[in-house]
């Protein structure tokens, strides 16, 4: 089996710059590290217990399979401060069937970025 010590998202975006100003600026994602110089460098930013790489540039979007999901403590807060940011919301805050609340956005190109709230409720907050 292999022995896995780290892992990543890698993302290569239509726009990088508008992509890292997306995901630098107006999610506000820390960066981890920066790599390359000019419109193919790339950035690495934590996305909690993982990393998102945006590097590169491809001619067409990522595939709408792909999705990213980011747990937050308050998808209210969220919500307000992605709204403020200039965030276009896909949809708002709602408490899903299954317990979680999950508000949608999208990146530039489109790919889908589910915002996520576990409540101190849910069986996911619980080990069995």
Do not use: C, N
Request: proline share 10%; no cysteine.
């Amino acid at each position: 089996m292999v022995h896995v010590l780290s892992s990543r998202t890698l993302l290569r975006p239509t726009d990088p710059e508008r992509s890292r100003v997306f995901y630098g600026e107006q999610l506000g994602l820390a960066v981890y590290r920066e790599f390359g110089t000019g419109p193919g460098r790339g950035t690495v930013y934590f996305l909690g217990g993982g990393f998102l790489e945006v590097a590169g540039r491809s001619e067409t979007p990522p595939s709408p399979a792909l999705k990213l999901w980011l747990q937050v403590p308050d998808a209210t807060a969220a919500h307000e401060e992605l709204a403020a940011a200039g965030v276009e919301i896909v949809r708002e805050p709602v408490r899903e069937p299954w317990g979680l609340i999950e508000m949608w956005i999208a990146d530039p190109d489109g790919t889908e970025i589910v915002v996520v709230e576990v409540p101190a409720d849910h069986p996911l907050r619980h080990r069995p």
